[in-house]
C-alpha cells in the first residue's frame, strides 16, 4: 500500500481520512479494540480535556463541525470517545483500521525503498510510507518502586483504565501521582471510596476549570462563525484562542491592585486564560513569582488544615510543569476520608501486599498510579523501527529526539511523525496540530508522487539546524527550569531534552515554505 498508518487516535483516524481523499491507498493497525486513541484508554473517573470542546475538535469538515452537539464547555472522556466514533462511523474510517493490532516491526528495504511492516497479528505489510500518528501521552509510566507487583489488591494506571470502570465503594484506596490524571481523578475517587490516601511527590498548581453546560445561543455563535474562529486560533501561540484576550504588557509595569484583578477575573473566568495575562509570565522568574504566589494564596484559601496546604503549595515556577486544570481538587483536602502524604518528605521504601510503606504504612485494598507517560518519544522507541543500515529510532534517538520539522527523521526515508517532538503538539490544541501535520503529509507525498521523487529523508544540515533551533527557544523561556514530562524528565535515565517546538504560527509558516521551496532541507530521491 501507499501509507500505513500506527495508530487510530485522533491524528491516524484524520490520516487515513486525508490520504483517501488524496487517491492513496491506506491502512491503520491500532492496538486498542476501537478509536479515539488516548480517549480510548484514559477512562479513569473525571477523564475531561482541558481544551473547550467547541475548539478541541476536528475542523476539516464543515457538516461535521455543525453536526456535532457538545454539550459542556470542556468535553468529558465518554463524549470525546462518542464523537470519535461518530467521526469514524461518518467517513467510514473502520474499513481501512485494523483493531486490536500492535505494529511490532518496520524496517525500511533500501533496495526495494519501501517500509516492511509487521503486527502481533501476523501481518506482513509493505508501504512506501510509514506514518506514526502513535500519541504523545500513550506509552504508560509505571514507576520502578520496590514491591509493586507484590500488592495484593488491583492496580490501575489512569492511562489503561479498565473498560468497565472500577467499583471504589467502601475501599482503602491510594493514589500514587498528582499531575493532571490525579488532579482530575482524585475529586471523583475520594467521593466514592471509604478512604483515599494521595501519595505526592510533587505539588502542582492547578486552575478551576469552571466547567458547566454549554449556552445554546454561545454555541449557535460559534457555529456561525467557524471558519474565523478557526483562523483566529492559528494565529494564537498555543493554537486556541480563549474567550479573554491575552494581555500584552509586563506583569512588572503595573501595581498591585491591577495585578491582583487581572489575576482574579482570569481565575474567576478558568482555565489556561490564568497565564496569558502578561507576556513574561513564562521568561521572567520574577514576573513568574506574582502568578504563582497568586495560585498559592487560592490553594490556602480552599484547604482547611494548614499544614496540608502547605504541602500541597508548588515550589516549582508556574507553568514549567502543564498547568492543571481542576473541578473541587483542593477542596477534596477538606474531606474526611482523605490524606495527603507528602512523598517527597517521606518516600515510599517499599510497597508490600498491604500497602504503601513509607515513613508509616498505610493499609489498602486498591492503588491507582497516575504517574503519567514516556511521553512524546516512548510510543515511537517502544516499537522496532529500523531505518537505513539497521539502526534503530531508539538508538537514533538515545541521546534525545532528533527530527526535522518534527515530522521527519535523518537515516529514516519516508517516515512521518504526527506532532512528535520538535513540533508546538503538546503545547497547542492537539486537534488543530493534528490537522497541520496531517495536511502536510498528504501534501508532501502527492507533491513527491507528482514529481516522481520515491524517497525524502531530512538532511544532516537541516536536522541538526532544527534541534538547536526547537532547543533556543526552549531555552530563553522557563519551561526548562523544573522536572516535567516535557523534558523527560519524569522517566528514570531518560535524556534531558526540550521536547516540544514553542509557537505554533511561525512553525506552520515555515512548514508551508519548505514545501513551497521543493522541501527544502530535506533529501529527495528519484
Ligand atoms: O502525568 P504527569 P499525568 N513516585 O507526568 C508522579 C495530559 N493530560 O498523567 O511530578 C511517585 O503529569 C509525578 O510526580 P513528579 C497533560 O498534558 C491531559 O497526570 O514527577 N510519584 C506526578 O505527580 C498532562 O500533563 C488531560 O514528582 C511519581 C505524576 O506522577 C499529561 O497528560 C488529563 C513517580 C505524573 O504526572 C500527563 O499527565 C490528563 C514515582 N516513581 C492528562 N513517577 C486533559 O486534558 C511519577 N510520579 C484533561
Known amino acids: 500500500m501507499d501509507v500505513v498508518v500506527v495508530g487510530a487516535g485522533f491524528a491516524g483516524m484524520y490520516m487515513v481520512h486525508k490520504a483517501r481523499e488524496a487517491g492513496l491507498s491506506v491502512h491503520a493497525f491500532e492496538a486498542g479494540s476501537g478509536v479515539g486513541g488516548t480517549w480510548y484508554w484514559n477512562r479513569y473517573p473525571g477523564a475531561r480535556c482541558d481544551v473547550e470542546s467547541l475548539q478541541y475538535s476536528y475542523e476539516f469538515s464543515e457538516e461535521l463541525q455543525q453536526e456535532w452537539n457538545w454539550t459542556e464547555r470542556y468535553a468529558g472522556q465518554p463524549e470525546i470517545l462518542s464523537y470519535a466514533n461518530h467521526v469514524a462511523d461518518r467517513f467510514d474510517l473502520r474499513t481501512d483500521i485494523t483493531f486490536n493490532t500492535r505494529i511490532t516491526t518496520a524496517h525500511f528495504d533500501e533496495d526495494a525503498q519501501v517500509w516492511r511492516v509487521a503486527t502481533d497479528g501476523g501481518h506482513d505489510i509493505e508501504a512506501r510510507y510509514l506514518v506514526l500518528a502513535t500519541g504523545c501521552l500513550s506509552s504508560a509510566n509505571t514507576p520502578k518502586i520496590p514491591g509493586l507487583e507484590s500488592f495484593a489488591g488491583p492496580t490501575y494506571h489512569t492511562g489503561k483504565w479498565p473498560h468497565e470502570g472500577v467499583d471504589f465503594a467502601g475501599k482503602r484506596v491510594g493514589v500514587i501521582g498528582t499531575g493532571s490524571s490525579g488532579i482530575q481523578a482524585i475529586p471523583h475517587i475520594a467521593a466514592e471510596a471509604g478512604h483515599l490516601t494521595v501519595f505526592q511527590r510533587t505539588a502542582n498548581y492547578s486552575v478551576p476549570a469552571r466547567n458547566g453546560a454549554l449556552d445554546p445561543d454561545e454555541v449557535a455563535k460559534v457555529k456561525a ?22 494581555g500584552e504588557g509586563s506583569v512588572l509595569e503595573v501595581d498591585d ?22 507576556i513574561d509570565t513564562m521568561l521572567s522568574e520574577e514576573a513568574n513569582r506574582y502568578a504563582a504566589d497568586f495560585a498559592r494564596s487560592k490553594i490556602r484559601e480552599v484547604v482547611s488544615d494548614p499544614a496540608t496546604a502547605e504541602i500541597l503549595s508548588p515550589k516549582q515556577l508556574i507553568g514549567c510543569k502543564r498547568l492543571c486544570l481542576d473541578t473541587e481538587y483542593f477542596e477534596t483536602y477538606n474531606r474526611p476520608n482523605v490524606d495527603l502524604v507528602d512523598i517527597a518528605a517521606n518516600p515510599i521504601a517499599e510497597i508490600t501486599p498491604q500497602g504503601v510503606q513509607t515513613d508509616e504504612f498505610y493499609e489498602l485494598d486498591v492503588l491507582v498510579l497516575a504517574t503519567g507517560f514516556d511521553a512524546m518519544t516512548g510510543s515511537i522507541t517502544r516499537i522496532d523501527i529500523r531505518g537505513r543500515d539497521g539502526q534503530t529510532i531508539a538508538d537514533a534517538w538515545s541521546a534525545g529526539p532528533k527530527n526535522y520539522l518534527g515530522l521527519g527523521v535523518e537515516g529514516f526515508p519516508n517516515m512521518f511523525t504526527i506532532t512528535g517532538p520538535g513540533s508546538p503538539s503538546v503545547l497547542t490544541n492537539m486537534l488543530v496540530s493534528i490537522q497541520q501535520h496531517v495536511d502536510w503529509i498528504a501534501r ?45 524528565a519524569n ?14 504560527p511561525d512553525y506552520v509558516e515555515r512548514c508551508d515554505a519548505v514545501a513551497a521551496d521543493g522541501y527544502a532541507g530535506f533529501a529527495l530521491t528519484s
Request: hydrophobic content about 35%; proline content about 6%; some cysteine.
Open 225 to 246: 462563525n467557524y471558519p474565523e474562529i478557526r483562523a483566529t486560533n492559528a494565529m494564537e501561540g498555543s493554537a486556541f484562542k480563549t474567550a479573554l484576550p491575552r
Open 257 to 278: 491592585a491591577e495585578r491582583h484583578a487581572d489575576f482574579e477575573r482570569r481565575w474567576e473566568h478558568g482555565g489556561f486564560v490564568f497565564l496569558q495575562g502578561f
Open 444 to 488: 508532501c507525498i502527492t507533491d513527491l508522487d507528482a514529481d516522481g521523487v520515491t524517497t525524502i529523508e531530512p538532511t544532516n544540515e537541516a536536522q541538526t539546524e532544527w534541534v538547536t533551533h526547537v532547543n533556543s527557544i526552549a531555552d530563553v523561556t522557563l519551561y526548562p527550569s523544573c522536572n516535567s514530562w516535557y523534558l523527560g
Open 491 to 504: 522517566v528514570p535515565g531518560k535524556t534531558r531534552v526540550f521536547m516540544p517546538l514553542i509557537g505554533y
